[in-house]
Nanobody
């Protein structure tokens, strides 16, 4: 399985960015996919996740109302639209995927649960 990310970059506070993550190698569409971010000196935080074949979505409380996760099921691609970005949200954003049965808000992003990681993309909010 491979997760290839695109998007990210630098934006002013209050601006928007869109991340994409293309998943390949899965035998079916029953997997959880989302983004985990890590700011310098902070622990990794699960930002948003969804099931690749639709249904549930999860958001960290800090991004609710500003971030939207979506997917193109046919292309096995997930998107994270980020709006009203804040400087403290700068960091590396990793696409992550794991088992659909563990696609739950409080655990899906844990290293013991995530099966695959993308290469990470830098987001800088100034």
């Amino acid at each position: 399985v491979q997760l290839v990310e695109s998007g990210g970059g630098q934006v002013e506070a209050g601006g928007s960015l869109r991340l994409s993550c293309a998943a390949s190698g899965y035998a079916d569409k029953r997997f959880c996919i989302g983004w985990v971010r890590q700011a310098p000196g902070k622990e990794r935080e699960g930002v948003a996740a969804t099931l690749a074949d639709g249904g549930i979505t999860y958001y960290a409380d800090s991004v609710k109302g500003r971030f939207t996760i979506s997917r193109d099921t046919a292309m096995n691609t997930a998107f994270l639209q980020m709006s009203n970005l804040k400087p403290e949200e700068s960091g590396t954003y990793y696409c992550a995927s794991g088992p659909s049965a563990l696609c739950q808000g409080d655990i899906w992003f844990l290293p013991s649960v995530v099966g695959y990681w993308g290469q990470g993309t830098q987001v800088t909010v100034s």
